[in-house]
T-cell receptor, first 117, second 110 residues
Framework: DTAVSQTPKYLVTQMGNDKSIKCEQN?????MYWYKQDSKKFLKIMFS???????INETVPNRFSPKSPDKAHLNLHINSLELGDSAVYFC????????????????FGSGTRLTVV | QKEVEQNSGPLSVPEGAIASLNCTYS??????FFWYRQYSGKSPELIMS????GDKEDGRFTAQLNKASQYVSLLIRDSQPSDSATYLC??????????FGAGTRLFVKA
């Protein structure tokens, strides 16, 4: 039973299209994240939701819009796709930490490889 | 200065040797420190977490933290070819924001 599942695994689309990536976790975690991993394998945070509330919104083009219908789901919608959006997008989740600890580490989904042509 | 810095490698060690991976971070208020392993084409997997100064051991892995020097390391004893992967250092600066380093590629030669 997959802990953090993302769909689709691969996404090939043309420039200008709109696409969505879905993420679901069955770990009971409160916080979910979207990270982008570029061709140099650098993981960069995009968004984070805690109990459906947006808590981190990095400098990301407003073509990217996250949505969390409940704390187990976090989706990412991308409008007007550009070549530079090609990357692997990872969803992750974490539970809150204790005193002095923000979290106990992430569980990542398997990733969505987005290719814009 | 990058927030979390790692040597990109590749680091090459013979089978059975100790692999030493290093990481420095810039935010002195950082609270939580993690090492993730990422095989090619796969997602990152949490292998170690450390929250206070000193060493933390888990099987063949030892994480070391020195907050005064803003330094985190990962030692892998008795390295195996299956340990060949990219190792990502991650630092939570407070709140819910975790910053990842660019990763160190490790090759373990059989």
């Amino acid at each position: 039973d997959t802990a953090v599942s993302q769909t689709p695994k691969y996404l090939v689309t043309q420039m200008g299209n709109d696409k969505s990536i879905k993420c679901e976790q069955n770990l009971g975690h409160d916080t979910m994240y979207w990270y982008k991993q570029d061709s140099k394998k650098f993981l960069k945070i995009m968004f984070s939701y805690n109990n459906k509330e947006l808590i981190i919104n990095e400098t990301v083009p407003n073509r990217f819009s996250p949505k969390s219908p409940d704390k187990a789901h976090l989706n990412l919608h991308i409008n007007s796709l550009e070549l530079g959006d090609s990357a692997v997008y990872f969803c992750a989740s974490s539970s809150p930490g204790g005193s002095g600890v923000a979290n106990y580490g992430y569980t990542f989904g398997s990733g969505t490889r987005l290719t814009v042509v | 200065q990058k927030e979390v810095e790692q040597n990109s490698g590749p680091l090459s060690v013979p089978e059975g040797a100790i692999a030493s991976l290093n990481c420095t971070y810039s935010d002195r208020g950082s609270q939580s420190f993690f090492w993730y392993r990422q095989y090619s084409g796969k997602s990152p997997e949490l292998i170690m977490s450390i929250y206070s100064n000193g060493d933390k051991e888990d099987g063949r892995f030892t994480a070391q933290l020195n907050k005064a020097s803003q330094y985190v390391s990962l030692l892998i004893r008795d390295s195996q070819p299956s340990d060949s992967a990219t190792y990502l250092c991650a630092v939570t600066t407070g709140g819910f924001k975790t910053i990842f380093g660019a990763g160190t590629r490790l090759f373990v030669k059989a």
